[in-house]
């Protein structure tokens, strides 16, 4: 009796000093084992700085621009009306090259400008730049 006792202690101890690492769903299908989520912090914001000035969109003529997010990869809201509060008319990438109309309007104290290429629509002037000759 004491033998058997030793045995299955001793192989008790075997198997529990080697459970290091082991993933019971990897062996058995559809065992659900809680796995702790690590807590994310939200990233705090960081300001926008222009490094490019914005165009200077005064002269009620035509005139190009540059699409200037300052986000690689950025895409700029084109809208149906002038305000943040239109519908989206569709996207515009970064660098793109644009010609804007006579119409202009503030709001909020924000200068909207309406394109007329490649899409007719209206921006916020603060994310246009001149065009590099």
Not at 46 to 59: F, G, H, K, N, Q
Not at 63 to 73: E, L, Y
Not at 107 to 126: F, R, T
Request: glycine share 6%; net charge negative; with cysteine.
């Amino acid at each position: 009796m004491n033998i058997r006792l030793f045995i299955l202690a001793s192989l008790a101890l075997a198997l529990l000093s080697g459970c290091d690492g082991f993933d019971p769903q990897a062996y058995v299908p559809g065992l659900e084992t809680p796995t702790p989520v690590p807590s994310q912090e939200t990233p705090s914001p960081v300001p926008v700085t222009m490094t490019v000035s914005p165009i200077a969109v005064t002269e009620p003529e035509k005139a190009n621009a540059k699409v200037c997010t300052n986000i690689p990869g950025g895409k700029l809201n084109v809208r149906f009306e002038a305000g943040d509060q239109s519908d989206v008319r569709g996207y515009l990438a970064e660098a793109e090259i644009v010609t804007i109309s006579e119409e202009r309007e503030v709001l909020d104290g924000n200068l909207w400008v309406k394109l007329s290429h490649p899409i007719e629509g209206w921006v916020n002037a603060i994310y246009l730049c001149e065009v590099e000759p």
